[in-house]
């Protein structure tokens, strides 16, 4: 039964967004504050570890300030702090964790420890209230690529995942390759609206029926081996079109394997999650393809694919209804997996 008068204190500080949010009860969002280090890190075509723990120090109590003040609550209503603990860049989740163990000590509250990629699937239930498991995520983000079955709000088991790099790892080294400017997610997505998505065919691995783990080295060096061999032979490369053939292979992949993971699962629910939620083509593709085939889609607003506290502080919520609490020798895993596992 969900305690709507329960106000949960979220922090996310996984990898170059600073973000903490208050929440009433599982699903309402009273704050959600994010702090971004974009501008800081595109001038090194993407994050620096080190720079972006220092922002973190800097930025995470405002943030939980600004958190605070919006939602109009003081520290002495938190009934709990739920905080990312990996996976992401060691030294800025220890930013978060030492920030939530300092506040739960000092209040005197319990302490929740959340698996980043579980809260991005979480994210969904923000979006949508109507959305109950059991269902199939598609996660989909910088660092990882996992098709998930959600069984219920703690129970979660792994289908596939990626061999070597995620999509949106592909995506960021192909735009900065091509002279895109950080993060190449999106700049591929825009420049791929200009393009002919037929113009080149690249690889497609492990597309075979029945295979859920996913690989895109192969694809990200097809691209670069395109470029390479058009730059050697004094070609003009139309961008946009390799934008869009790349994206295109990307997409078909993820799609096929993702219905194929709900068929196999016996279900009829596809939830997308994670930063690469946010490419239209994909989101656009999936809502095509899922009507298709008959299967519901669900999938985040902007501001909940991105890394946030909102969808951190929802997952913390259905923990604590399980009585799956931290301590205080909390500590950053970076390389964390997902829970629960057959």
């Keep these: 039964m969900e305690d709507k008068a329960c106000l949960t204190l979220a922090i996310e500080s996984s990898c170059d967004e600073t973000s903490a949010a208050v929440l009433s009860g599982g699903r309402i969002i009273l704050s959600n504050v994010i702090s971004t280090q974009i501008p800081v890190h595109q001038k090194f075509g993407g994050v620096v570890p080190e720079i972006a723990s220092r922002k973190h120090i800097a930025n995470i ?19 709990q702090i739920g905080v990312t603990y990996g996976p992401g860049l060691v030294g800025a989740l220890l930013v978060g964790v030492s920030a939530a163990k300092a506040l739960a000590f000092s209040l005197d509250i319990p302490l929740i420890g959340v698996n980043h990629l579980e ?14 498991p059991p269902f199939v995520a ?11 079955h959600v069984k ?17 790892e592909a995506f960021d080294k192909v735009a900065r390759v091509m002279g895109l400017p950080y993060p190449g997610g999106p700049q591929i997505d825009k420049l791929a609206k200009l393009g002919n998505a037929d113009a080149i065919a690249f690889p497609q691995a492990l597309s075979g029926k029945g295979n859920f783990e996913f690989s895109f080295s192969g694809l990200k060096s097809a691209v670069l081996n395109y470029l390479h061999n058009a730059e050697q032979k004094g ?38 999650a994670g930063g690469v939620a946010a490419n239209s083509a994909l989101e656009k593709q ?3 393809s899922t009507e298709a085939a008959g ?23 259905y923990q604590s209804l399980m009585g799956d609490f931290a301590n205080l020798y909390l500590n950053a895993i970076p390389n964390l997996k997902l829970t629960d596992k057959e």
Aim: aromatic content about 8%.
């Design 295 to 317: 299967v519901e889609f669900y999938y985040p607003n902007m501001i909940l694919c991105t890394d946030n506290a909102a969808m951190i502080g929802c997952r913390a919520y």
């Design 61 to 79: 109590m405002p943030v939980i300030d600004e958190a605070l003040r919006q939602a109009q609550v003081s520290l002495t209503d938190i009934n």
């Design 119 to 132: 809260g991005h699937i979480f994210a969904n239930f923000l979006a949508h209230p109507e959305l109950k």
């Design 152 to 168: 219920d709000y703690n129970t979660f088991y792994l289908i596939g995942q990626t061999r070597d790099d995620a999509a949106g």
């Design 138 to 148: 598609l996660v989909v983000s910088g660092g990882h690529t996992s098709l998930v």
């Design 235 to 272: 070609e003009i490369v139309n961008k946009a079109d390799v934008a869009a053939s790349f994206q295109k292979a990307v997409i078909a992949v993820l799609i096929d394997k993702a219905l194929q993971a709900v068929e196999k699962a016996g279900l009829t629910k596809l939830v997308l």
């Design 286 to 288: 999936l809502k095509a």
